[in-house]
């Protein structure tokens, strides 16, 4: 059976058991720095919160097509050709589609 010596031996055994611990904790750490980063390379990107955007409604006219930042009149609503915004009608199923 091998016994371990006494004296010096032992305490240079010792101090290099204590020596190679201490070098996980370095090792612990970057472990655990890499599985945040793994953790959070899944997460969805964080999105910025968009700038408002003012209602726009565009009509055709005879020679172009003229933008407001209100809707006209129900009766102008076969003019519409895009808008911006909030529906221009409450009950709009038909018509041009938001862009």
């Given amino acids: 059976m091998v016994t ?3 004296g ?3 305490a240079v055994l010792v ?8 070098g996980c904790a370095d090792v612990g750490a970057s472990v655990r720095s890499a599985v945040d ?3 959070t390379a899944f997460d969805p990107p964080k999105e910025e919160p968009r700038p408002e955007v003012e209602p726009r409604y565009c009509y055709r006219t005879l020679g172009k097509v003229n ?5 006209l009149p129900a009766s102008e609503a ?3 050709v895009g808008y911006q915004g909030p529906a221009p009608r409450a009950s ?3 018509g041009p589609l938001s862009p």
């Fill in 4 to 6: 371990l010596g006494q």
């Fill in 8 to 10: 010096p031996s032992r």
């Fill in 15 to 22: 101090v290099a058991c204590v020596g190679l611990l201490a």
């Fill in 37 to 39: 980063d793994v953790k």
């Fill in 67 to 71: 933008c407001y930042t209100q809707p």
């Fill in 78 to 80: 076969n003019r519409l």
């Fill in 92 to 94: 709009s199923g038909t």
